[in-house]
């Protein structure tokens, strides 16, 4: 079982509930993912392995899709390219963040502009692009404009990413 | 046209690490003042071929890649695929007009082929 990236994506669901209500405690956490704070805090801080059998209730809590469940649920360590590749695509939030810079007004076709606004490295947003341009869910055919796949939303752009990464894998 | 081996790739999970080691071992320089961030290797000498280095993901080892001019990306990644070859970045404009492709060759080592940018 390969839990990392199912860990950091409940401390991200954790941090963003924060960011919106600063009084929003670990206890409210647990009880909306239905398990007491002791076993999430656990968790969170790694010093306990994601319960096996609560990961698909989790999922469905945090409104997961069922790719992206079937991703977490059946992770290996290690995990397989086709796997890695999928953990990556859902586990790391600048590959949406990427789509939707694309789609700004503001938009430039710079990875060190698009790392500014994302808040993380160049490197980290050139290995997200080659990503997004293996899975044919970016393109470009002008030096100024990115085109990306369509999704109206983050869930629904991590369902098509995770129907490519089968398709391509 | 011919088509001549024009540039190198390092792909590094260290890509700052990898660059000074190199830079110190040949004196080699390496400038990222690019939109990409591509740290671009100049070996000082015209002798052989330039190349770059490109961040490889965790899960993968480190490789160096060859990428071989073309006239037209878009026509030659056809053609290695009717020779049984595997596209794994379609042909792709970089911000400064160059355009590549990555493809797999039928028995698995992936290589780039490359067009300077428009004149």
Known sequence: MHDG????????????????????????????????????????????????????????????????????????????HRMAEALNIIGEPVHW?????????????????????????????????????????????????WSTVSAASEREFRATALARVNTHG | MANPVSQFQILSKEPDATAAFYSELFGWTVDAANPLGYRRIDTGSRDGIQGGIWPA?????NFVQLFISVDDV?????????LGAKILIRPTVLP????MA???????MPFGIWRSSRK
């Open chain 2, 74 to 82: 878009e026509a030659a990644a056809q053609h290695a695929e009717r």
């Open chain 1, 97 to 145: 963040q990427i789509i939707q810079l694309c789609n700004s007004a503001e938009f430039r076709a710079d990875s060190r502009w698009i790392a500014a606004r994302a808040g993380c490295s160049t490197d980290f947003v050139n290995l997200a692009v080659t990503r997004l341009l293996r899975l044919g869910l970016l393109e470009m055919r002008d030096p100024a404009r």
């Open chain 1, 5 to 80: 990236p199912f860990r950091q994506r409940l401390k991200r669901e954790f941090e963003s509930r924060r960011a919106a209500n600063a009084r929003y405690s670990l206890r409210a956490f647990a009880r909306f993912l239905g398990t007491d704070h002791a076993t999430l805090s656990q968790v969170l801080r790694g010093k306990r392995n994601v319960p096996r059998l609560r990961i698909r209730g989790w999922c469905e809590r945090l409104g997961m899709g069922p790719e992206e469940t079937a991703v977490y649920c059946g992770a290996t360590h290690p995990p397989d």
């Open chain 2, 57 to 61: 993901p965790p899960e993968a080892a």
């Open chain 2, 102 to 108: 990555v493809l797999l060759d039928p028995h698995g």
């Open chain 2, 96 to 99: 400064q007009g160059e355009e």
